[in-house]
Nanobody, 127 residues
Framework: QLQLVESGGGLVQPGGSLRLSCAVSGFTLDYYTIGWFRQAPGKEREGVSCISSSGLGTNYADSVKGRFTVSRDNVNATVYLQMNSLKPEDTAIYYC????????????????????WGQGTQVTVSS
């Protein structure tokens, strides 16, 4: 059974850092593009970052460019989102999602058409 589990969320002061993890099971990560999304109260879900199945392509929302970094470890079947210089407006539930690119190893990623989702992890940025 394909499963994604996020962890690493919590309460952090403005300017602080967190690293989110997305542990995947039930499938081989090599052929999956992984996206990170977030949803704040009263707002629509938005794409934050993604990393293509080859690992060669990444994408970031303008609001997080220069502060967030996505990476993947296919051996350990985990994708990470390093979040630095956090701001109160980063407060949201963060989700990871997966989409298969088999048999291709995609070189680009976008924030559309993800098939599998995790349950989310809360990130709160507040003093």
């Amino acid at each position: 059974q394909l499963q994604l589990v996020e962890s690493g969320g919590g309460l952090v002061q403005p300017g602080g850092s967190l690293r989110l993890s997305c542990a995947v099971s039930g499938f081989t990560l090599d052929y999956y593009t992984i996206g990170w999304f977030r949803q704040a109260p009263g707002k629509e879900r938005e794409g934050v970052s993604c990393i293509s199945s080859s690992g060669l392509g990444t994408n970031y929302a303008d609001s997080v460019k220069g502060r967030f970094t996505v990476s993947r470890d296919n051996v350990n079947a985990t994708v990470y989102l390093q979040m630095n210089s956090l701001k109160p407006e980063d407060t949201a539930i963060y989700y990871c999602a997966a989409v298969s690119t088999f048999p291709q190893r995609a070189r680009v990623c976008v924030f559309l058409d993800y098939d599998y989702w995790g349950q989310g992890t809360q990130v709160t940025v507040s003093s």
